[in-house]
């Protein structure tokens, strides 16, 4: 825990904050009774020594006084005794020493060393037996006397013999053994006692520590409620705390701060999530409600368009020249139109998470020949070669939209590319079970600044004049949403002047080449008359009525146009009517329902194609659509089309 951030001072420079790394080993208990308990054992180690060490040297003393003194008192009381050569009242002498029991044995000899007297047992054991000796002196006689005649001289004692005292050295050893002993217990004890205290001192210190430590610990854990329990004062009543006390306070007002702090943060903290939270769901409800606006607003978006397509189809056969060229223009303004709806749409559908892929294995080759097809007359007229290397590899990805992502990056790649240069389209492995799908380019490149901004919407590089021929800046959205969707995300590698490469990665599949079927985006080719096929329209747009009607006109087909589900169930069953082609708009007035009309068509007309018109998008109409298995154009229906699948009838 940092506490002196909490006391407010500023951290060192790092020139002055550097600090050696101390390794401290073992416990703060067991240095103190370490600490405590050594002076005590060397202490109590050298007083016994030295006790001890004197009692023996005193027992060594009085046993040598002892023996001495015998042995003079034996020779004092000898003396004239020897010289008279009385041989008993020597051992009288010598008896009268061994009484007492101090000696063991007391030898005589006279001046020539023989043994005059020898009194006690033997010598058993020479190695247990201390001799002292002492000589026997002959004084003169002015010197016994009390009063000594006048002219006579003190000459000196002389020595007439010597004698031996011996004694046992037994009880001696017992005596040093019990004082060594004596010493010993001493100081075992003494040992024990300075641990026993050092132990007790060390626990009293030792323990407050280690529940200053837990504290801390748990403070530092993020439990700011611990707190440490510690109180202590000196002996004198009203004196100053202890210092573990005072400590525990401050670690106590320490952790209390910290939790005022953690809880005024969790407050701000929980304030703030709430406001996130709330604008966050704001936000989600905003753009679920617009694209839920999108989406219910696309029928109504994409009639008039479709209208506007049909009157403009129309209008173009009997137009004269000065009027055709306005024509085409209107013609062309209204099919950007339908591809900025449908690309708003789209993006819509992804940002709402209304699509669901369908993931097989898909093979690689077939895609890129049904992409080929695709792109083969843009690249011609771009004059612009496009290269596609399979590779005999496939993924598991949803066809539509893997189509679609690396059809919108070719497409891009053609139009960037300068004439004569070439599109590389590649598959290789990645990691052993990844597949990498490359689009290359040699075009002029994107800057860095603008390689992370090109997947927004509506952002476009080299588009500042916003010409919509150069397309809207959603394909790339797009194509990053649904790269999403599939698991993975669009790489990006460029460079100013060196070209892009547009990667995305996918999880490879071990499958045969015709595993899955594939969409197409061929359109077959109109024939050349439609005339006698008889068509029944049913729209509650009067407008697409009568276009629709003008245009099958002009192509010689008869059409009945009919408002509502129930006339047009009506006149399937009439009798004797016949029809081709039945094109039902899904939503019709009143609340009626297309796919009524679609399931009457083909009980009461099964020889006729029904095809549903929608302009509806969301999810529930499409898995509608999906579940009655209908034939789907969605609006607006380009003119084109719609001849393309008349001519499928003849």
Avoid at 6 to 30: K, M, N
Avoid at 99 to 107: D, L, T
Wanted: contains cysteine; positive net charge.
């Amino acid at each position: 825990m940092n506490v002196g951030a909490l006391g407010g001072s500023e951290p060192r420079p790092a020139a002055v904050a550097t600090r050696r790394l101390l390794v401290v080993r073992g416990s703060l208990q067991r240095d103190l009774v370490r600490l405590g308990l050594l002076p005590c054992a060397v202490v109590a180690l050298l007083l016994t020594g030295w006790l001890t060490h004197s009692r023996l040297a005193m027992l060594d003393d009085v046993f040598a006084a002892e023996g001495r003194a015998i042995a003079r008192q034996v020779a004092a009381m000898s003396d004239l005794s020897l010289y008279a050569g009385d041989v008993a009242a020597l051992q009288s002498v010598a008896q009268a020493a061994l009484r007492g029991g101090q000696a063991s044995r007391v030898e005589i000899s006279n001046g020539a060393g023989i043994h005059v007297v020898a009194a006690g047992a033997d010598a058993t054991h020479p190695d247990r037996l201390r001799s002292f000796t002492a000589p026997v002196l002959l004084r003169e006689a002015s010197r016994t006397m009390a009063f000594a005649p006048p002219g006579v001289t003190t000459a000196g004692d002389q020595a007439i013999g010597n004698v031996v005292a011996l004694r046992d050295t037994t009880q001696l050893r017992r005596a040093r053994i019990q004082s060594l002993l004596t010493g010993i217990g001493i100081g075992l004890l003494a040992l024990g006692g300075a641990w026993l205290a050092v132990r007790h001192m060390a626990r009293d210190i030792a323990r407050p520590l280690r529940r200053l430590t837990h504290t801390v610990a748990a403070l530092q854990a993020g439990q700011f409620d611990a707190r440490c329990a510690i109180a202590g004062r000196s002996p004198r009543r009203g004196g100053p705390m202890h210092e573990f006390a005072t400590l525990a306070d401050d670690v106590n007002r320490m952790a209390e701060q910290l939790q005022r702090h953690k809880q005024a943060s969790d407050e701000r903290v929980r304030e703030a999530t709430a406001v996130a939270l709330e604008r966050m769901t704001e936000a989600e409800q905003a753009a679920l409600s617009r694209s839920r606006f999108l989406a219910a607003a696309s029928h109504d978006l994409r009639q008039p368009l479709h209208a506007m397509g049909l009157f403009i189809d129309g209008l173009l056969t009997g137009a004269a020249d000065a009027q055709r060229p306005a024509l085409l223009r209107l013609q062309e303004s209204t099919a950007f139109m339908s591809l900025l709806l449908d690309d708003l749409l789209e993006i819509s559908r992804l940002d709402a998470r209304v699509l669901t892929p369908e993931v097989v294995d898909l093979p690689l080759a077939p895609l890129f020949d049904a992409l080929a097809a695709q792109h083969a007359a843009h690249a011609a007229a771009s004059r612009v070669r496009v290269a596609w290397r399979a590779r005999g590899l496939a993924v598991r990805s949803d066809g539509g939209m893997l189509q679609r992502v690396i059809g919108n990056l070719v497409a891009n790649a053609i139009r960037h590319s300068p004439p004569g240069g070439t599109v590389l389209v590649t598959a290789r492995r990645r990691g052993g079970d990844r597949v990498r799908i490359e689009v290359r380019d040699r075009g002029v490149g994107i800057a860095p600044i603008h390689q992370q901004r090109i997947f927004e919407e509506f952002y476009q590089v080299a588009n500042v004049e916003r010409d919509r021929r150069q397309g809207f800046g959603l394909g790339l959205a797009i194509c990053a949403r649904l790269a999403t969707l599939l698991g993975s995300r669009i790489g990006l590698n460029s460079a100013l002047g060196c070209g892009s490469t547009f990667s995305l990665a996918l999880p490879q599949a071990q499958v045969a080449p015709h595993a899955a079927p594939l969409p197409t985006a061929s359109v077959l080719p109109a024939e050349p008359s439609l005339a006698g096929l008889r068509c029944l329209l049913v729209d509650d747009d009067a407008h697409i009525r009568i276009a629709t009607a003008e245009l099958l006109a002009q192509w010689g087909c008869e059409a009945v146009c009919l408002a509502s589900a129930r006339d047009a169930v009506a006149c399937l069953g009439a009798a004797g009517e016949r029809f081709d082609l039945v094109l039902c708009d899904l939503q019709l007035a009143e609340g009626e329902d297309g796919l009524d009309v679609l399931a009457a068509a083909r009980r009461l007309q099964p020889d006729a194609l029904a095809v549903v018109i929608s302009g509806a998008t969301g999810p529930q109409a499409l898995q509608r659509l999906r579940a009655a298995g209908a034939t789907v154009l969605t609006k607006p229906v380009a003119p084109a089309r719609l001849r393309a699948l008349l001519a499928t009838l003849k």
